[in-house]
């Protein structure tokens, strides 16, 4: 059983749609939950970074992390075609700062259609 | 923000050459970078880690002659994969504690071998 477990997708869903993408997790010393935004042939580029449990908004963009269920999830209101990209979510027991080695998802691939 | 400079974006050499990536922190010091390996439509698999100064750590099953990581000062850290071959070829990032929360990627390097 794999770390970190992420449905690869693809998905697809009209423009305007509330997106939920979801991972789950089996290490319960993961404090330090993160979504990142792939597109294709680029770099990933951080869009949330949550501590511990509970929820964190920035614009269209929510994260939600419960610890008890070992499950997160990034939720994307009105989405737009821009936002097709492939979403990684990531993980860590301390600090990046620190130097902590990150755990990714598989990613799920997301394609917003006009 | 952080930003982290990888050269070159894209790579075409032959069999039984050797390729060397860069990556470079353009506005914040660099002691730790990981090296990631992606094939296409998976996830980041952590090759090695490098620290400023020391060897670098590489991840179980991932060969240190075949794949060379410097870390040569706060800014720089380098892999040269050595004698590439066809299943060599691959897309590499790097990443690397940044300001603030999460890490940053560079915006990766396609290798391919031919």
């Known amino acids: 059983q794999k770390e970190v477990e992420q449905d690869p997708g693809p998905l697809s869903v009209p423009e305007g749609a509330i997106v939920s993408l979801n991972c789950t997790y089996s290490?319960?010393?993961?404090?330090?939950f993160m979504w990142y935004r792939q597109y294709s042939r680029k770099g990933p580029e951080l869009l949330m970074y949550?501590?511990?449990?509970g929820n964190k908004e920035d614009g269209r963009f929510t994260a939600q992390v419960d610890k008890s269920s070992k499950y997160i999830s990034l939720f994307i209101r009105d989405s737009q075609p821009s936002d097709s990209a492939t979403y990684l979510c990531a993980m860590s027991g301390g600090l990046t700062g620190g130097g902590n080695k990150l755990t990714f998802g598989t990613g799920t691939q997301l394609k917003v259609e006009l | 923000g952080a930003v982290v400079s990888q050269h070159p974006s894209r790579v075409i050499c032959k069999s039984g050459t050797s390729v060397k990536i860069e990556c470079r922190s353009l506005d914040f010091q660099a002691t730790t970078m990981f090296w990631y390996r992606q094939f296409p439509k998976q996830s980041l698999m952590l090759m090695a880690t490098s620290n400023e100064g020391s060897k670098a750590t590489y991840e179980q099953g991932v060969e240190k002659d075949k794949f060379l990581i410097n870390h040569a000062s706060l800014t720089l850290s380098t892999l040269t994969v050595t004698s590439a071959h066809p299943e060599d070829s691959s897309f590499y990032i790097c990443?690397?504690?940044?300001?603030?929360?999460?890490?940053?990627f560079g915006s990766g390097t396609r290798l391919t071998v031919v």
């Open positions: 949550t501590y511990s449990s």
């Open positions: 290490n319960s010393a993961f404090q330090y």
């Open positions: 990443s690397a504690p940044g300001r603030g929360y999460g890490y940053t």
